[in-house]
């Protein structure tokens, strides 16, 4: 059975310090993965994904995330973050065997001034 | 383009009540995942159409549930009869191509559905 963790509920950051949000995922085969941020009242929006390739995936609004098969972690993180990064982060992963996609239960990302 | 769109965006019911979720996914996109997540918990996949055909349905909670897609165009969810348990925002979500399921995943902006 496929599956996802998201060990934090929140992760609190200075603005311009590093983020990191965390993600374990468990499938057969090999993983596909992905992130997605959710603003208030706003669907989910697609921030990058891992289908095979180069472990360091770059994204959209400066976010990057990395795979690493061993710990079977897809950890998001960005060098510098802003104030706008505030939102609610998904990971997700879909099975090589599977259509269907599965979402951790996010991580509510809180940058302060 | 125009993006997926649902209707309605909120609904309070009681319980036992029926109530019926529709989605417009973008247009041309073959495959529709309906998902919901209840306060503070995971996004649980409930189904995925290609068009008009249930690819996957093993997360649907029980036959209180049913979804349509007629046409392969717009999908439609009823709940009948609604329990306390149902309440959560139901998000519908689309991407493009039949056979492709890496394609990111396009969401609507969810129904937020309380059950009283």
């Known amino acids: 059975a496929q599956s996802v963790a998201q060990p934090e509920d929140q992760v609190n950051v200075a603005e311009g310090n590093p983020l990191t949000v965390k993600c374990t995922y468990s499938v057969s085969g090999n993983p596909y993965l992905f992130w997605y941020v959710q603003y208030p009242n706003r669907g989910l929006q697609f921030l990058l994904k891992y289908i095979t390739g180069d472990n360091l995936v770059k994204g959209s609004y400066g976010f990057e995330a990395e795979f690493n098969k061993s710990q079977t972690s897809f950890h998001l993180k960005k060098p510098s973050a802003l104030v706008s990064d505030s939102a609610l982060y998904f990971c997700?992963?879909?099975?090589?065997?599977?259509?269907?996609?599965?979402f951790g239960s996010g991580t509510r990302l809180s940058i302060r001034p | 383009e125009a993006g997926v769109t649902q209707f309605p965006s909120h609904s309070v019911i009681e319980k036992g009540q029926t109530v019926t979720l529709r989605c417009d996914p973008i247009s041309g996109h073959d495959n529709l995942y309906w998902y919901r997540r209840v306060m503070g918990k995971e996004i649980k996949f409930l189904l995925h159409?290609?068009?008009?055909?249930?690819?996957?349905e093993s997360g649907m909670p029980n036959n209180r549930f049913l979804a349509e897609r007629t046409g392969g165009t717009y999908s439609t969810l009823k709940v009948q009869p609604a329990e306390l348990e149902d309440s959560g925002v139901y998000f519908c979500?689309?991407?493009?191509?039949?056979?492709?399921?890496?394609?990111?995943?396009?969401f609507g902006n969810g129904t937020r559905l309380t059950v009283t």
């Open positions: 159409f290609v068009k008009e055909s249930k690819q996957d």
């Open positions: 997700a992963v879909r099975g090589t065997s599977a259509s269907k996609i599965i």
């Open positions: 979500a689309s991407s493009q191509h039949r056979g492709e399921f890496n394609s990111p995943l396009h």
